[in-house]
């Protein structure tokens, strides 16, 4: 059992940054994949950034952040991190981390391949 803690949402004006923290239990491997997920009011749940190990480390990024969001961790801390730059209202949403086991690339920017999630953190960005 995989258990995931986010942190870092907030409150912050257009253009601005956060960066978000997302701690993952003791279980997480290199056969896993984390990812970001994000879910604005009244729709459904959007693919924002994943990283996988498996066959070398790649990353994975939303057409709508590549260039304004990094994906990067800490192994040894088990924790994945999002920075967020250049923030747009339109990235207002409860971001949730994501691990899925044995992620096929072709499924990693799709919810259901993701087992494990967490509670999720509220990013507001007004304008």
């Known amino acids: 059992q995989v258990q995931l803690a986010e942190s870092g949402g907030g409150l912050v004006q257009a253009g601005g940054s956060l960066r978000l923290s997302c701690a993952a239990s003791?279980?997480?491997?290199?056969?896993?994949?984390m990812a970001w997920f994000r879910q604005a009011p009244g729709k459904g749940r959007e693919f924002v950034a994943a990283?996988?190990?498996?066959?070398?480390?790649?990353?994975y990024y939303a057409d709508s952040v590549k260039g304004r969001f990094t994906l990067s961790r800490d192994n040894n801390k088990n924790t994945l991190y999002l920075q967020m730059d250049s923030l747009k209202p339109e990235d207002t949403a409860v971001y949730h981390c994501?691990?899925?086991?044995?992620?096929?690339?072709?499924?990693?920017?799709?919810?259901?391949?993701?087992?494990?999630w967490g509670q999720g953190t509220q990013v507001a960005v007004s304008s």
């Open positions: 990283f996988r190990r498996a066959g070398g480390t790649t990353y």
């Open positions: 003791e279980g997480v491997n290199r056969n896993h994949a």
């Open positions: 994501a691990v899925g086991m044995s992620v096929i690339t072709s499924s990693i920017r799709t919810e259901t391949a993701y087992r494990y």
